[in-house]
């Protein structure tokens, strides 16, 4: 392996024009004679002549030395650029957002636009969150996540950023023309009730909610996301209890939605982060750009 102090040597030399005018600019203590010594043993490691003298004190790189100046000179030149921007926390960097679909969609949007504005040169991931919980965080698979946690460990920090409200999701064409009631359960006996996977958070509550107003459904079919089973409702194939960030529900042009529960249900989503995670602008920023619920 090549020593990168070598390389420095090298650069700076080749910059200045030898090794004198080298020493005096070097942003380090170092003499002339050092630096021909350095040069010397680079030289031994790639087995080539790298500068030559060309007059008295002026050096400039062989063709051997001119290539690998080539290669590694854009990297020295900018190295001590990048550290400053790393000390003063400058840099963009790349930040993982884990999220639930239906928050992706409604939540993220303008919420990533003010990002974008903030850190415009930082890069994005994007991944749906299919399970709710921390563990993404703790492997460092995720910067941050977005989702109702009832529960949060010691050693994850959160933010509240939205509230989600629990809904009755039907087709339009089953609520009379200008009614603003929802329709009665029992003339829904006919479709499935759009079910969260069996064993997930949310269809525990879906089966709770129904179970506190005594409903039995009489067939279900289980779906993945809110999104999913928003499209099954538009489609007249079931209806179903979803989130929504709004509280009158979710928009549809074939859906009727109306609030769940006496009172209506609620639930806080946070942006959670890993108490001891690495210095991150991009985190902070998204931290400062965080939608204020109230």
Not at 128 to 136: A, G, I, K
Not at 228 to 256: C, F, K, N
Not at 258 to 270: H, L, Q, Y
Request: hydrophobic share 45%.
């Amino acid at each position: 392996m090549v020593d990168l102090r070598r390389l420095d040597v090298l650069h700076l030399v080749a910059t200045h024009g030898g090794y004198a005018r080298a020493a005096r600019a070097a942003p380090y203590p170092i003499t002339q004679p050092a630096l021909h010594q350095q040069v010397k043993k680079l030289e031994a490691e790639v087995g080539l002549q790298l500068l030559e003298r060309i007059g008295k004190d002026q050096m400039r790189p062989t063709a051997a030395g001119a290539h690998l100046l080539g290669f590694v000179g854009p990297f020295l030149r900018d190295l001590p650029g990048v550290v400053r921007r790393l000390q003063t926390g400058e840099f963009d960097g790349v930040l993982s957002i884990h999220a639930e679909s239906l928050l992706i969609r409604q939540l993220l949007p303008a919420w990533l636009k003010a990002l974008r504005r903030r850190r415009p040169h930082g890069q994005l991931q994007l991944q749906e969150l299919l399970r709710t919980d921390v563990t993404p965080l703790r492997t460092g698979a995720a910067d941050a996540i977005l989702a109702w946690l009832p529960d949060v460990p010691d050693d994850i920090a959160t933010q509240v950023v939205a509230v989600l409200h629990g809904c009755l999701v039907v087709p339009r064409d089953r609520v009379a023309a200008r009614s603003r009631k929802a329709p009665r359960l029992e003339g829904l006996r006919d479709l499935p009730f759009l079910a969260y996977p069996v064993g997930s958070r949310p269809h525990a509550l879906q089966m709770q909610a129904l179970a506190n107003d005594g409903i039995v459904p009489a067939q279900t079919m289980q779906l993945d996301t809110a999104d999913t089973i928003l499209g099954y409702v538009e489609s007249g194939l079931g209806w179903s209890l979803v989130p929504s960030l709004d509280a009158e529900g979710p928009p549809g042009r074939q859906l009727a939605a109306f609030p769940w529960g006496r009172p209506p249900a609620a639930f806080p989503v946070v942006l959670a982060w890993r108490k001891d995670a690495p210095e991150n602008p991009m985190l902070d920023a998204l931290i400062a750009t965080a939608p204020n619920p109230a």
